[in-house]
């Protein structure tokens, strides 16, 4: 998904190579922006929007993932082990911080009790409300609330925040369809191959092949 990228003009031939030959193994570019560029002729999908409107198409996009999916088809391990998507969240915005080491916690679901989010051996919940016993601390280092303090995960604060924005409210925005928005989410999570891994070098490591391009 490229939006307004016109990596086609600006890329060099490295990146047109690259391109190009990412179309061939079967890649699907779809090209967001108000003009028909040389990438968007290029591409497998053109979608015209409106100027200075993408955050209203990705809002879109993020709502369909979240309000219109199975969880199941997001990729809930990465969310969960390498976002801050479990931390957990006070009353007034701030993460909640371990008293000792300030470090935002989480809620290990095997012990059944918040801790610091890099403590080994410990599975994060995504979601939830906990009341754990916390510092709430602010920009300025301000210690906001301190006690048993109540919490929600990062994720839930997310969720929370795009209920509202659906492809219908944002066609009325950008001047795309919410079919189209639809479309686009719905084969972006589809191929997004979670849970499969690739050997690099003898790693393994989780393949993610697709992105978004701004």
């Known amino acids: 998904i490229s939006c307004g990228s016109n990596i086609e003009a600006s890329g060099g031939v490295a990146g047109v190579w690259r391109h190009a030959n990412a179309r061939v193994r079967g890649m699907k570019r779809v090209q967001v922006e108000p003009h028909l560029s040389v ?8 979608v015209p929007i409106k100027p200075k409107t993408d955050p209203a198409f990705l809002f879109a996009l993020i709502h369909v993932m979240l309000h219109e999916m199975p969880r199941e088809r997001l990729d809930l391990p ?14 007034h915005g701030y993460y909640l911080r ?14 059944n009790r918040a801790c610091a989010h890099d403590t080994p051996g410990i599975a994060e919940a995504l979601e939830g ?10 920009a300025d280092e301000e ?26 409210w944002a066609a009325g925005v950008c001047d795309v369809p ?10 972006y999570v589809e191929q ?12 393994t490591l989780p393949y993610r092949p697709v992105a978004v391009t701004l």
Do not use: N
Not at 129 to 138: C, F, K, Y
């Open 39 to 46: 990438t968007g002729a290029c591409s497998a999908q053109w």
């Open 178 to 187: 919410a079919a189209t928005m639809r479309q686009i989410a719905q084969e």
């Open 129 to 138: 409300r906990r009341e754990v016993d916390a510092i709430e601390i602010g």
């Open 143 to 168: 210690v906001l609330a301190d006690g048993l303090l109540v919490g929600e995960t990062g994720f839930d604060k997310l969720v929370a925040h795009m209920r509202d924005y659906s492809p219908e």
């Open 192 to 203: 997004a191959c979670v849970g499969q891994t690739i050997e690099i070098e003898g790693r």
């Open 78 to 91: 990465c969310l969960t082990q390498r976002t801050a998507s479990p931390y957990l969240v006070g009353a």
């Open 98 to 111: 371990d008293r000792v080491s300030r470090k935002p916690l989480v809620w290990d679901t095997l012990a």
